[in-house]
């Protein structure tokens, strides 16, 4: 759950990301070495004064310096994670003295928050985890231009590593970026997402150094040269599109016949265009996600020790899941729908269930993550508890 930090990014979905960096991350995955893991549990984003906690769950929070512990509790009331938080927050509060003694919010101003991954067995999200504990991801800092964010703020007398262990004075097991190692993947699996992907940026005349905006414009203008609009209007209205450029569609289509004009709107109106963009990159969300479960599979969680027994976990889930939804499918078929959908794209990934969420990769400029099957297991897994409210019965530990 991503929380006041909003959720990270799949390359394919960082338009400005040209394709020389989108080869370079997934050879770099397809090499292996020691990757920092992307952990499924929930965002808790704090601050600590000296005395008071403030927490932030969205940006008007931050706005506002945050809220203290009780107006987050009275905040989760009825939440589906009120139980995770609850115990989360009870957590916190046991860091408060050690926080005290170690100074460690006079390095910083008000405006310096935590960004922590909160890991409860009790009630997991899909995949459950063997320890209780919080991961400490990053210090940041809420910035409202030029759209708003948060951003990534450096430590500067204690690492967060150091930070981390020392937290763990207080009896709370508190880590820092957890990292996994593995092994290479067989050369092809690399070459077929390079290939596939090249194809078709050949096509569309795209070298390396173009985006994935470029693809985009290409993918747009083709479409609508296809249905008879010229080349000079094709790309004014691709531009629209792609946020190259922007200009009025009205005068752009008007000279055309009725049905050019209704498949110009389909496409470039700007209500569209967030269904023209995964049209136009479902090549590749398809290829990073197939490439994503096979780079994945088999990967075990630094925070789980029985690998079969999660596997078989998951399997379970995904059983119960199948079963809710069909005995509930007359209540509303667009769930029932939606949920064979992504069960038929992970059965296609044909790799066995993942236990580990997935992979982050950071650079200078920006952070991805590589989840490979994890999107689709996730609403899987969620449908019976999230559409239906059917928990799924743990064993219990």
Request: some cysteine.
């Amino acid at each position: 759950m991503g929380g006041a930090q909003k959720s990270m990014l799949h390359p394919y979905e960082d338009l400005d990301l040209s394709f020389r960096e989108l080869f370079a991350i997934t050879k770099s995955f397809a090499k292996g070495g020691t990757f920092q893991e992307k952990l499924d549990g929930c965002n808790l984003t704090w601050r600590f004064d000296g005395d008071s906690f403030f927490l932030a769950r969205n940006y008007t929070h931050f706005r506002e310096g945050g809220i203290t512990l009780d107006d987050y509790r009275a905040h989760l009331v009825g939440h589906p994670a009120e139980g995770q938080f609850t115990r989360a927050l009870d957590r916190l509060e046991k860091l408060r003295n050690v926080l005290k003694v170690t100074e460690f919010h006079k390095d910083y101003d008000d405006g310096v928050w935590i960004n922590m991954e909160v890991i409860d067995k009790a009630e997991p999200q899909m995949l459950r985890y063997d320890v209780d504990c919080f991961v400490i991801h990053n210090l940041c800092r809420f910035v409202e231009e030029p759209k708003a964010h948060t951003e990534i703020v450096q430590p500067k007398v204690l690492s967060l590593k150091r930070f981390a262990n020392i937290l763990c004075l207080s009896g709370v097991r508190v880590m820092h970026s957890l990292d996994v190692t593995v092994s290479p993947m067989c050369p092809t699996v690399y070459r077929a997402f390079q290939v596939g992907i090249l194809d078709s940026m050949n096509e569309m005349s795209l070298s390396l150094d173009n985006t994935l905006r470029d693809w985009i414009q290409k993918s747009t203008e083709q479409s609508l040269q296809m249905i008879g609009v010229n080349d000079e209007d094709s790309v004014l209205l691709a531009e629209n599109v792609s946020g190259k450029g922007k200009h009025d569609i009205r005068k752009l289509r008007d000279h055309y016949d009725e049905n050019a004009r209704e498949t110009i709107n389909s496409i470039c109106l700007s209500s569209n265009k967030i269904k023209t963009h995964n049209r136009c990159l479902s090549q590749i969300k398809h290829s990073w996600l197939h490439f994503g479960a096979l780079r994945l599979e088999g990967v075990k969680s630094a925070l789980i020790d029985d690998k079969e027994k999660a596997i078989t976990r998951i399997d379970d889930m995904i059983d119960f899941n199948i079963d809710v939804v069909n005995e509930k499918r007359e209540e509303n078929e667009s769930i029932y729908h939606g949920f064979h959908a992504q069960l038929e794209t992970f059965v296609n990934f044909d790799t066995e269930p993942q236990i580990i969420e997935g992979f982050v990769f950071e650079t200078d400029r920006f952070i991805v993550k590589l989840t490979g099957a994890f999107q689709s297991l996730n609403r899987i897994c969620g449908t019976a508890r999230y559409q239906f409210g059917q928990e799924f019965p743990e064993i219990a530990e």
